[in-house]
């Protein structure tokens, strides 16, 4: 379960750095690529912490999307004695 959630927040951050990729100014980027991380999230119904798209300063014209989410672990039972 672990193993696919990563997956979908991976995906969910890839469609939000393409999405804002596209944007002509930069602070609409923002507003296009958290939406599209936020409804591909919806869509696989997990919430996400929070979702930060942002111009990481690099030399050439770049989009970085971070995506955290707590993920809550259940072993009782799990381990004998």
Request: glycine letters at 12%; proline letters at 4%.
């Amino acid at each position: 379960r672990g193993w696919m959630t990563k997956n979908i927040l991976t995906g969910a951050a890839r469609e939000g750095a393409r999405e804002a990729a596209v944007q002509e100014d930069f602070g609409d980027s923002q507003t296009f690529g958290t939406a599209r991380v936020n409804s591909v999230l919806t869509s696989a119904g997990i919430t996400a912490d929070s979702v930060n798209v942002f111009d990481p300063g690099l030399p050439v014209n770049s989009i970085q999307v971070d995506v955290t989410y707590t993920v809550s672990v259940f072993l009782a039972g799990f381990i004998p004695g």
